[in-house]
């Protein structure tokens, strides 16, 4: 896996899961976590204020074709995220066992390369769902007692 | 993780990569752009007169069914081992894609505008050059993740890669001259 900077960034559009990553409602796009080393293709729109871009959640896979994106994001600003060098290259998650809010979280520790995504849960500002590729073919979904604020501080 | 230019004397394997050098082009090579993240087993083979080295190249490393390719080019170990350790400018690269691979649309062929595209260094597996017109294009070669494997015309020289590897921006400057073809 390549080296990776994760950076937070409003998605206007993503084609993935049906463009459900999005919803209709949220016109100003949906803010997540994301990472560099899933990038490919970027090119401006919008007169250079937005960027389209595919992504992909496991760029190792050679089942993943990559989802089209459309960030609220400068070609510049997506620059320098990808030419920045973080100061921890590992994030402490408190996962959530079985994704259940009422247990205990558990802290874990991941490399950021492996992190997908991140996006705040909708039932409660203190939590955020994390997608994270467990090496090989694995892609793990799980619910976390962060936020993606918190999550990125981490690398920095 | 680097791109670098070097003159290839030698590219082997089973596949079409075999082609990449032609027969004219034995005795004096062909330029490529090739990345340091695709290179192992480097062997020193210069002499006293010439700096030569072979390694094994890998078109896509993340593909397990990849074998392999055996180049020789114009670098010595030591300069090897310094490329290696050197830093691009970025790890990015923004590249006027040519539409379609052709520079010429039609009727009665204008050039096509290129599309600004940015990669990352990491995606490359080589450039090279265009041959009607290597002044102006040259051939990339990139992976989109882990298996689609893209060949696209780019309308910069492999002088102008190679500065904005290194500065970000291209310094030199190239003049052409376009043959009009009469119908």
């Known amino acids: ?156 | 993780m680097n791109l670098f230019l070097a003159t290839v004397w030698k590219w082997q394997d089973l596949r079409d990569s075999s082609n990449r050098i032609s027969a004219r082009e034995t005795a004096t090579g062909r330029q490529f752009i090739l990345n340091t993240n695709r290179i192992t087993d480097i062997k020193d083979l210069s002499t006293l007169t010439e700096n030569r080295c072979s390694f094994l190249y890998a078109d896509n490393p993340s593909d397990r069914r990849e074998s392999c390719s055996f180049l020789e080019v114009n670098k010595s170990q030591a300069e090897m081992e310094a490329i290696i350790d050197s830093v691009p400018h970025s790890q990015a690269l923004t590249l006027p894609f040519q539409p379609k691979k052709e520079p010429w649309g039609a009727p009665c062929f204008p050039l096509r505008t290129p599309v600004d595209t940015t990669i990352g260094i990491w995606s490359v597996t080589y450039f090279t050059e265009y041959n009607p017109d290597p002044d102006n294009y040259c051939w990339l070669c990139y992976y989109k993740g882990a298996f689609k494997r893209i060949e696209v015309l780019v309308n910069y020289s492999l002088e102008d890669i190679e500065d904005i590897v290194e500065t970000g921006t291209t310094t030199s400057t190239t003049t052409s001259t376009t043959e009009v073809r009469e119908q």
């Open chain 1, 1 to 156: 896996m390549n080296k990776g900077v994760l950076f937070p960034a409003t998605v206007l559009k993503w084609q993935l899961k049906s463009w459900r990553m999005v919803p209709e409602w949220e016109a100003s796009g949906v803010s997540y976590l994301l990472n560099t080393n899933r990038l490919d293709s970027i090119r401006e729109t919008n007169v250079g204020a937005d960027t389209t871009m595919y992504y992909f959640l496991n760029p190792d896979d050679h089942r993943d074709n990559g989802d089209f994106m459309v960030l609220d994001a400068t070609l510049a600003v997506l620059y320098s995220f990808i030419d920045a060098t973080p100061t921890h290259a590992s994030v402490t998650l408190s996962i959530y066992p079985d994704n259940d809010y009422t247990q205990t979280p558990v802290d874990t520790e991941v490399l950021t390369d492996d992190i997908a995504l991140a996006v705040g849960d909708t039932i409660s500002a203190a939590r955020c769902w994390v997608v994270y590729v467990a090496k090989g073919f694995e892609i793990k979904q799980v619910l976390c007692n962060n936020t993606t604020a918190n999550i990125w501080f981490q690398t920095l």
